[in-house]
């Protein structure tokens, strides 16, 4: 069975920094791209960052390049998120998510999310 | 820009239902393989429903399906059930742009 479960997420305030990790189980993490997508509460789905099977490669949605690093570690089955510089707009849950498809992508395996609040 | 619609319907159990998902500009390619569909139940992860529009994943009811091509694509129930309350999102892969949901009540 695959599982994806996220931790790390905790009230933290503006301008401060936060580690969140997402541990995978199941399946062969190393052959998969990974993602992470997150949800401002009451509001909709909102892509962050993918990160490529061997961790050669990264991509980020406009509204994060710069403060928000994906990374992982195959060896421990883990994903990571990295924020930096945190605004009250990054306050939501965030989930990890396996990609599959291919020539087809999509985000098929979801965590249950972990929840980023950012107040001063 | 992945534009959903409607935005909430309420309706019976054993009704067809119909969502539909259109995208702002052409990709330059085949976008259908980069449409994905997810249902959300409160306080959970997402689950993917159906990729490449029309293929069901794994696990997935028949009484789910997609079609569409160009920017205009459409997720069906056919007989709404309990337990497909919850929010439904349309995603193209391709940049990676969710739509904003669609809320089925019963």
């Known amino acids: 069975e695959v599982r994806l479960m996220e931790s790390g997420g905790t009230l933290v305030r503006p301008g401060g920094s936060l580690r969140l990790s997402c541990v995978a189980s199941g399946f062969t993490f190393r052959d998969y791209w990974m993602a992470w997508v997150r949800q401002a509460p009451g509001k909709g789905l909102e892509w962050v960052a993918n990160i490529k099977h061997d961790g050669s490669a990264q991509f980020y949605a406009d509204s994060v390049r710069g403060r928000l690093t994906v990374s992982r570690d195959n060896g421990k089955n883990s994903l990571f998120l990295q924020l930096n510089s945190l605004r009250l707009e990054d306050t939501a849950v965030y989930f990890c998510?396996?990609?599959?498809?291919?020539?087809?992508?999509?985000?098929?395996?979801w965590g249950q999310g972990t929840l980023v609040s950012v107040s001063s | 820009q992945m534009t959903q619609s409607p935005s909430s319907l309420s309706a019976s159990v054993g009704d067809r239902v119909t969502i539909t998902c259109r995208a702002s500009?052409?990709?330059?390619?085949?976008?259908?393989?980069?449409l994905n569909w997810y249902h959300q139940r409160p306080g959970k992860g997402p689950t993917l429903l159906l990729y490449?529009?029309?293929t069901l994943q794994s696990g997935v009811p028949s009484r789910f399906s997609g079609r569409g091509s160009g920017t205009e694509f459409t997720l069906t129930i056919s007989g709404l059930q309990p337990e497909d309350v919850g929010t439904y999102y349309c995603h193209q892969s391709y940049s990676n742009t969710f739509g904003g949901g669609t809320r089925v009540d019963i």
């Open positions: 490449g529009t029309t």
């Open positions: 500009q052409s990709i330059g390619r085949t976008i259908g393989n980069y």
């Open positions: 998510a396996r990609v599959d498809g291919g020539d087809r992508p999509a985000f098929a395996y």
